[in-house]
């Protein structure tokens, strides 16, 4: 031990260089600062910065936005006995199809007996939920007004799948069947006689 505090004792001898001089003339000399970035370069910044709030606004957007959004609903369209199980005759027993957001089906239903409804999803991953109202209750622009609904499902269907419902009697009329998630692109003009 003592041999290592003879080593180290020589450095309580040492004599620090004095460097006063030095740091005193530094502060003397006007500090260097970098130059001022360009216009140019400030824009690009400021440029690139309001596109990724706006990308990451519409990430969030797509996250968050409720399902009856206008984003998700296409042009307004009605379909009457278009495709899937249309019928020339009216009936109490009828198939109706969502596929692509729109719905297929019989259009020419019974009128003073209940209607039997098949209502098959083909869109993954997409919520709906039907409900009936006499036409006249609907706009052009495909809004409907609630206060007139004479027939709704009572759950929403997730997804993929089929779901089976009992409706009315209706008296004879003309009525739109529409999803109330996407209302103004999945609507069936239905003509009840």
Request: proline share 7%; glycine share 6%.
């Amino acid at each position: 031990m003592a041999n290592v505090k003879d080593r180290l004792g020589v450095l309580d001898k040492a004599t620090p260089p004095d460097v006063w001089r030095s740091v005193v003339s530094r502060t003397s000399e006007p500090l260097h600062l970098a130059e001022p970035t360009s216009a140019k370069r400030r824009v690009l910044a400021a440029t690139l910065a309001l596109g990724v709030f706006a990308g990451a606004s519409v990430l969030v957007w797509q996250a968050f936005r409720p399902a009856s959004s206008p984003l998700m609903s296409a042009t307004p369209a009605v379909h009457s006995s278009t495709a899937v199980d249309a019928c020339d005759s009216p009936s109490d027993a009828v198939k109706v199809d969502a596929k692509d957001l729109q719905l297929h089906g019989c259009a020419i239903w019974q009128a003073g007996t209940p209607i039997s409804l098949r209502y098959v999803t083909q869109d993954q991953g997409i919520e709906s939920k039907l409900a009936l109202v006499p036409a006249d209750a609907c706009t052009a622009g495909g809004a409907c007004d609630d206060s007139k609904v004479v027939w709704e499902a009572g759950d929403f269907v997730a997804g993929v799948g089929d779901a089976s419902y009992r409706i009315g009697p209706l008296d004879p009329g003309r009525y739109v069947l529409f999803d109330r998630v996407h209302p103004t692109s999945a609507r069936l003009e239905i003509d009840v006689r």
